[in-house]
């Protein structure tokens, strides 16, 4: 199973941008597809992203479209999320996930493997 570990969360001003980072050690990472989800306070885990191992089929939440973006870097082991124009509404804890099966799925049961989340809080 991979092991994720997310960084890169914290507090940031309305219109700002921060990057996740997601770093993953165990089986070979560039097989899996990757995915980001997001619990806000009080909300279900739900889907912000995903990625097939090559980047070339990718998935956005509408919530997320045009503002996020979902990238890796297979060399490294890690995969990343660029937010940017950040709203008070995306203060969540942000979690990466990992899939062996393939796909961009927006479903959280299709992902295995968890990190432990890092929080994002974005004020206004």
């Known amino acids: 199973q991979v092991h994720l570990v997310e960084s890169g969360g914290g507090l940031v001003q309305a219109g700002g941008s921060l990057r996740l980072s997601c770093a993953a050690s165990?089986?070979?990472?560039?097989?899996?597809?990757v995915g980001w989800f997001r619990q806000g306070p009080g909300k279900e885990r739900e889907f912000v992203a995903a990625?097939?191992?090559?980047?070339?089929?990718?998935n956005y939440a509408d919530s997320v479209k045009g503002r996020f973006t979902i990238s890796r870097d297979n060399a490294k082991n890690t995969a990343y999320l660029q937010m940017s124009s950040l709203k008070p509404e995306d203060t969540a804890v942000y979690y990466c996930?990992?899939?062996?099966?393939?796909?961009?799925?927006?479903?959280?049961?299709?992902?295995?493997?968890w990190g432990q989340g890092t929080p994002v809080t974005v004020s206004s």
């Open positions: 996930a990992t899939s062996y099966s393939g796909g961009v799925s927006n479903n959280k049961n299709y992902y295995d493997s």
């Open positions: 165990g089986p070979s990472f560039n097989v899996y597809t």
């Open positions: 990625s097939t191992w090559s980047g070339a089929s990718t």
